[in-house]
């Protein structure tokens, strides 16, 4: 009889162990499976938003610097263009002294160096100081021209940045201000966030900054060159003068 108990009792501990194992197979594949991913996109949009107010007045300079920018690229680009032709054309009318021939020519080529030889052409009688020096201050007037509006490029170059870090020191206080109004309840949460949206302003005056800068030292260039032009043609306008006539 006791045999008999003990033959029970093992049987009923080998289906335990049986239903034990089962359920932790079943189990084992579900806890041991990887945890879902969950990606966090953020756009260029909610970022703006996170900046705050100080947004607006660093997308309007944006704005202007590329309008700017693009107005001033095909206008100086407009001044760099370059007749071979047109020089040889004006030695030919002085020297046959059609000069009113010569300033028809430079009103229809409408260029600064066509401006500077039609003042030229205009002194033409006068002594060479004279005509050198009108050249020289219509020069002036051209460049001072081309460079309308790179001003505004270069502050906002030194500005934008300076307004990116006004909205992060705004942003920091506030950031510890909400920190300190919910005392031992703040959490890291609560710090970060602030810190988020603050260094949102820094990196948007940044990127203005930057592009402005670029845009100014481009067009800076391009003026530079356009200077070269019309001091070559002056020099080659003097030299005009000074030929005698064939």
């Known amino acids: 009889m006791i045999l008999l108990d003990t033959v ?20 084992l594949p579900a806890a041991t499976a990887e945890p879902v991913e969950t ?21 309007i300079l944006s704005l202007i610097s590329i309008y700017i920018f693009v107005e001033r690229a095909i206008v100086i680009s407009r001044a760099n263009r370059n ?4 020089m040889k054309r004006i030695k ?3 020297h046959e002294g059609e000069i009113e021939n010569a300033m028809n020519l430079c009103k229809q080529d409408n260029t600064p160096y066509a ?10 009688g006068r002594p060479m100081n004279d005509v050198l020096v009108a050249i020289e201050n219509t020069g002036n007037i051209e460049i001072a021209r081309l460079g309308k509006g790179l001003p ?10 300076m307004v990116g870090f006004l909205g992060t020191v705004i942003g920091m206080v506030q950031a510890f201000f909400d920190i ?6 703040a959490s890291i949460a609560t710090f970060s966030a602030g810190i988020y949206t603050a260094l949102v302003t820094t990196v948007a005056g940044l990127v203005v900054g930057i592009i402005a800068l670029f845009a100014y030292n481009y067009l800076v260039a391009r003026i530079n060159l356009v200077m ?12 005009l003068l000074n030929e005698p006539a064939e």
Request: aromatic share 6%.
């Open 92 to 94: 030919g009318y002085v």
């Open 180 to 185: 300190a109004s919910q005392g031992n309840a």
């Open 83 to 86: 007749d071979d032709s047109f």
């Open 152 to 161: 505004w490029l270069a502050t906002t170059a030194a500005g934008a940045p």
């Open 228 to 239: 070269n032009l019309l001091e070559s043609k002056t020099m080659e306008f003097m030299d």
């Open 115 to 124: 401006r500077l030889i039609a003042k030229g052409l205009s002194r033409i």
């Open 8 to 27: 029970q009792i093992f049987d009923s501990l080998s289906n335990t162990v049986e239903t034990v194992t089962e359920t932790a197979q079943a189990v």
């Open 39 to 59: 990606v966090v996109s953020l756009s260029i949009w909610d970022l703006c938003l996170k900046g705050g107010i100080l947004m607006i007045p660093l997308a």
